[in-house]
């Protein structure tokens, strides 16, 4: 690659050298000339492959079009040379169509010609043509980039999952106004936007999803498309009972081809940590790996149809031939401690700080 070097403060400061004018084009800043040379490195390196690419395949770059016969010789066809400032578009000769699209063909290039060469003209020094290149490289990564982006962006719901009586719903109404409220199980949805910050712009919108074993699926398919992150809470006291209807839905969560393809961050929230008896977050996280593995082999033997597909047909969980662990994931996945109602009980306050961080991260 053929880097430019930055030229001298004399040649930067007289009038009529190259490096004057192309300073006086950056806006006379030194800065800015750096910056352009190390386009015009990118523009001459992206330039020499694409020429070695034509190379390759015996296409020859001029300052006019290549013929026809260039193009067809690699595939041992023969044709009477078109002029070098036809389009060579052997596609159109196919069949039925070559009689008609080569006029058409040859009509187009003679209205575009005049436009080309005047652009020709422009890029005459390889040094501008060089950061053309560069810049459009540029402008190509910042749109794919930009798309990504609005994509998540797009995504603005985090969904509190889990059984009945995990207390979700007094999570949500703690998250939101930071005080104790009566709640019974949810039998519908519950959303209301959360601001994860004192800056009003930085928001989410939490939603209470219900636990009830004929509902949460229903609807969990109707809100998992706009999540940005999941929140799974767990009962600590009651999940030493529970961890097979636990882990049987956290799975059927992290198996779901809409939840693998965007990957929301998982949180599993260990609630109702004010008990003496509650599990610890360490041990919640060791007996749903486990017992997701065992699920996971369960499943994979699910019986086969005459075809050979499976009837049970969900994404493989993890890595195939590792027992399962929460890395094995394409989300990132935590674990935090919590308590919505508080070790005082109605009058205290919650212990929700590793919650709230974790929402100002995925934010």
């Not at 999940?239 to 882990?247: G, I, N, S, T």
Request: positive net charge; proline residues 5%.
């Amino acid at each position: 690659m053929n880097i430019r070097k930055i030229p001298s403060q004399k040649e930067l400061s007289s009038p009529g050298t190259a490096a004057w004018d192309l300073k006086a084009l950056c806006g006379c800043g030194t800065w800015r000339y750096g910056l352009v040379v190390a386009l015009a490195a990118l523009g001459e390196t992206l330039h020499a492959m694409i020429s070695k690419l034509f190379q390759h395949k015996r296409f020859h770059i001029s300052p006019g079009f290549p013929s026809e016969s260039a193009f067809l010789a690699p595939h041992g066809r023969t044709t009477a040379p078109m002029g070098p400032r036809a389009l060579p578009f052997p596609a159109c000769r196919g069949a039925g169509s070559g009689s008609v699209a080569w006029p058409r063909v040859r009509a187009m290039a003679g209205g575009l010609e005049p436009h080309l060469e005047a652009l020709r003209r422009e890029l005459r020094g390889p040094a501008v043509l060089s950061v053309l290149i560069a810049l459009i490289a540029v402008a190509i990564t910042f749109l794919i980039w930009r798309f990504v982006q609005g994509r998540r962006s797009s995504r603005k719901a985090v969904l509190l999952l889990g059984l009945c009586d995990a207390g979700k719903t007094l999570l949500f109404a703690r998250l939101l106004s930071g005080r104790y409220r009566d709640t019974q199980t949810s039998i519908t949805d519950s959303s209301a936007v959360y601001r994860v910050s004192r800056d009003k712009s930085t928001n989410v919108t939490l939603i209470d999803l219900p636990g009830h074993e004929s509902l949460r699926l229903q609807f969990l398919e109707r809100f998992k498309a706009a999540a940005r992150a999941i929140v799974f809470v767990v009962d600590s006291v009651a999940f030493q009972r529970e961890v097979k209807d636990v882990a049987e839905f956290l799975y059927q969560v992290l198996v779901d081809s809409t939840v693998l393809r965007n990957a929301p961050a998982l949180l599993i929230a260990c609630n109702k940590q004010d008990v003496t008896m509650a599990k610890s977050a360490k041990l919640i996280q060791q007996q749903l790996e486990k017992e997701l593995n065992t699920l996971r082999v369960t499943r994979s033997a699910a019986p086969t149809s005459l075809d050979g597909s499976a009837t049970g047909g969900p994404a493989q969980l993890g890595k195939k031939g590792k027992d399962f662990d929460f890395s094995q994931l394409p989300m990132k996945v935590e674990f935090v401690e919590c308590s919505a109602r508080g070790s005082k009980g109605e009058d205290g306050e919650a212990d929700l700080e590793g919650l709230e961080k974790w929402l100002v991260k995925v934010a």
